[in-house]
């Protein structure tokens, strides 16, 4: 009994999740296309795409996606305070996860690019070169931690806790991961996910882990913007991941005074990393989970949260998603284009 009401609460968040997400693209789609004959121009370009973009996110997405699944059980979880010295340790784990699950990405993604003649395929690094700062503080540092948080941690585990916590602080990085739509931003994404979604489980309060996302997403802010004042990202990226190590070296001597700022940067990163492991070596003992009464069997764990319905669909789409942007194409821009 427990395990079909699991199953139907994990089928009607994805379902519901990804068939709004569809109407969100066909709003967009639209967008697309007034801005066009109005504009004069091919699509949305710079900030007038991620202004508009987010506006259509937050008023409308958002809002769907939560009242789609707001009458789904909820159940309590314990709240608990982290503390001052919590608190910065969970920054230093959070950066340390970030950084060891990015190098992961990083090495799949070139193995994958070295096939496909792409190189290392990142679109974010495009995205925010044709963005002002002052729209990338405000949508990447602000709007987005607050956004996917309450979507992706608190809405989700709310509602499926008391079935494991194991398997919701799972799925609950997995959509996450798979939410950003390319394999960049997924591995990364995943392993903090993980992370943030047990700092819910034991603490129950949201802030907190909207807090540590926004230090992540306004520390690399900072740095992209600094970066992008001073070089072409797209350009250095390309011979960084060239393995042409000579021009990559002119690039960087001709741009020492941005590349010394880098270092520092690179310093704390990892002072931050170093910190972060051995804070998770040393409070291993701490990431424990609590058993509830209604919590699925193990062996059923993953028939029950994965495989249905609506959590198929959701997987479906967005390993599509994932593996065209490696292959450097974007249906949804194909099918705008004819439309254009």
Known sequence: MEKNKAKETYSRIGLSYILLYFCYLVVMAICYIVYSRIAGKEGLQGDANIIINYAVRVGLLYPAMYLAIRKLPKFDIQKNK?????????????????????????????????????GNVNPLIDALGNISPVVQVVVVTILAPICEEL????????????????????????????????????????????????????TGKIWYTILFHMFVNGFSTTLTLILSSKINLSEFMDLYYSGDMEKYNQYVMEHIDVFATLGLFSIFIFMLVIAGIILMIVFHKKFVFQHHEEEIPKGQRFSTAILNVGMLVFIAYWLFSIISVQLGFSLFDMIVGRLL
């Not at 699950?101 to 003649?117: A, D, E, P, R, S």
């Not at 739509?181 to 990364?188: D, E, H, S």
């Open 82 to 118: 982290l503390g001052f010295g919590g608190i910065l340790t969970s920054i230093c784990i959070t950066y340390a996860t970030m950084i060891l699950f990015n190098i992961v990405g990083i090495l799949i993604n070139n193995f994958i690019g070295k096939y496909t003649g792409l």
């Open 151 to 202: 979507l992706f941690r608190k809405f989700i585990i709310d509602r499926v806790v008391n079935y494991g916590e194991v398997t919701a602080m799972l799925v609950s990085a997995l959509m996450f991961g798979l939410y950003h739509g390319n394999l960049a931003q997924f591995v990364y994404a995943f392993g903090i996910g993980i992370f943030f979604a047990f700092i819910y489980l034991r």
